[in-house]
């Protein structure tokens, strides 16, 4: 079975305070993913990474950077974190698109709140 | 981007009856993905089913099972003999050429005993 793990169930953190939200996958996907879920608004894209070093931006990435230097772990980080980014965040991971578009698997979210 | 949209951001069902979750799409693509995923209150999201856009005949998995119109842009799923453990918040998902899921914003569905 694939498996996606993150770092933290829960966290809660300070304003202003640099925060490191860890992501593992176990299946040797090419792609991995952080979104964002809000009540009312789903899932959104922060930030993907098709491979190693490589990074795209998706729909809300301001007040985000990612790192990804192995396959298997990819993080978001938080500069200076703010209320307002007090939200559920999700990994996910699948592998790269080739002949089929293949389903992305989720790890089991991280509630950060941020005071 | 493309947009999908749940117009229902909750439903009700009583237990072992059906219900049905809306979800459309905008694309200009003919070739893509949709999936319907299922986020447990324990918040690990699952896949439940997917459908691809080329296929004429709608997907079913057990007691899940779908019915695509790819003129109307309408992908709905529809749940059979419903159970408490179906219980949870649906998102409806699009994928199209690249690597990049859109998702719906979600129907918050209650079983009722």
């Known amino acids: 079975d694939v498996k996606v793990t993150q770092s933290s169930r829960y966290l809660v953190k300070r304003t202003g305070e640099k925060v490191f939200l860890e992501c593992v996958q176990d299946m040797d996907h090419e792609n991995m993913f952080w979104y964002r879920q809000d009540p009312g608004l789903g899932l959104r894209l922060i930030y993907f990474s098709y491979d190693v070093k490589m990074k795209e931006k998706g729909d809300i990435p301001e007040g985000y950077s990612v790192s990804r230097e192995k396959k298997e772990r990819f993080s978001l980080i938080l500069e200076s974190a703010s209320t307002n980014q007090t939200s559920m965040y999700l990994c996910?991971?699948?592998?790269?698109?080739?002949?089929?578009?293949?389903?992305?698997?989720f790890g089991p979210g991280t509630r950060l709140t941020v005071l | 981007a493309q947009t999908v949209t749940q117009s229902q951001p909750e439903m009700s069902v009583q237990e072992a009856e059906t219900v049905t979750l809306s979800c459309t799409y905008d694309?200009?693509?003919?070739?893509?993905?949709l999936f319907w995923y299922k986020q447990p209150p324990s918040r690990q999201m699952i896949l439940v089913i997917r459908?691809?856009?080329?296929?004429?005949q709608n997907a079913t998995e057990n007691r899940f099972s779908v019915n695509f119109q790819k003129a109307a842009k309408s992908f709905s799923l529809k749940i059979s003999d419903s159970q408490l453990g179906d219980a949870a918040m649906y998102f409806c998902?699009?994928?199209?050429?690249?690597?990049?899921?859109?998702f719906g914003t979600g129907t918050s569905l209650t079983v009722i005993p």
């Open positions: 998902a699009y994928i199209e050429a690249g690597n990049q899921f859109y």
């Open positions: 996910a991971s699948s592998l790269l698109a080739g002949d089929s578009y293949n389903e992305q698997f």
């Open positions: 459908q691809e856009a080329y296929k004429q």
């Open positions: 694309t200009s693509e003919s070739d893509y993905y």
